[in-house]
């Protein structure tokens, strides 16, 4: 079984520069998450889509960062513009529907911002 | 607000002696717990979880111990192994009425020392 795919692996850009990430969550999946991982701590959810729905954005810094997922399969996560804080690992997880299903997660985008 | 957190950020053992990795949580209401391993480049890869009707689970190598009275998990490894080499995750429900995902805590590094 083909796992979550992410892309890019690494991203460096100026800070007030756009990026963008893309998910491709295992088949069947239903939900999925963007989390952010700061070095040195654990992930910290972002945004949680049901199918092309989003379920929680609480912690989504909606100013600039901004997801979709239109046709309840692959995701995209757009940081615009970027800050030096925004430098971490994004994470993208999926699962079954039911939040006590098992989440797999990608290999993540490493993004530094300059 | 949820605290997931962990009193050991770094830990260090032989190879082949038993590892014990400690977790504190806050909300005495979660049901729930999940344990991760991320290693260096990767995505977190769940272990092992329990549920709070129980006070001990194993799995392969891996025991977690739940201690509800006073808030507090652990993971101990049998064995330790170079391959174990990581960082440790606990996570717990949200709490708040959005959608429905996990708190991560900072992290444990552990060490395998040939």
């Known amino acids: 079984e083909a796992g979550v795919a992410q892309s890019p692996r690494y991203k460096i850009i100026e800070k007030r520069q756009s990026v963008a990430f893309w998910c491709n969550p295992i088949?069947?999946?239903?939900?999925l998450y963007w989390y952010q991982q700061i070095l040195g701590q654990g992930p910290k959810l972002l945004i949680q889509?049901?199918?092309?729905?989003?379920?929680?954005d609480s912690q989504l810094p909606k100013d600039r960062f901004s997801a979709e997922r239109l046709k309840g399969v692959d995701s995209t996560l757009k940081i615009q513009p970027a800050k030096l804080e925004d430098s971490a690992v994004y994470l993208c997880?999926?699962?079954?529907?039911?939040?006590?299903?098992?989440?797999?997660f990608g290999p993540g985008t490493r993004l530094t911002v300059l | 607000g949820e605290n997931v957190g962990l009193h050991l950020p770094t830990l260090s053992v032989q190879e082949g002696d038993n590892s014990i990795i400690n977790c504190a949580y806050s909300?005495?209401?979660?049901?729930?717990f999940i344990w991760y391993k991320q290693e260096s480049g990767k995505g977190p890869q769940f272990i092992i979880d329990?549920?709070?009707?129980?006070d001990k689970r194993q799995g392969q190598r891996v025991t977690v111990l739940l201690n509800k009275t006073v808030k507090h998990l652990s993971l101990q490894i049998a064995a330790t192994q170079p391959g174990d080499s990581a960082v440790y995750f606990c996570?717990?429900?949200?709490?708040?009425?959005?959608?429905?995902?996990?708190?991560f805590g900072p992290g444990t590094r552990l060490s395998v020392l040939p």
């Open positions: 329990i549920r709070s009707n129980m």
């Open positions: 996570a717990e429900p949200k709490s708040d009425n959005y959608g429905q995902n996990f708190v």
């Open positions: 909300n005495s209401a979660s049901d729930y």
């Open positions: 889509f049901q199918n092309n729905g989003v379920v929680d």
């Open positions: 088949s069947g999946h239903a939900t």
């Open positions: 997880a999926s699962s079954l529907v039911g939040f006590k299903n098992e989440q797999f």
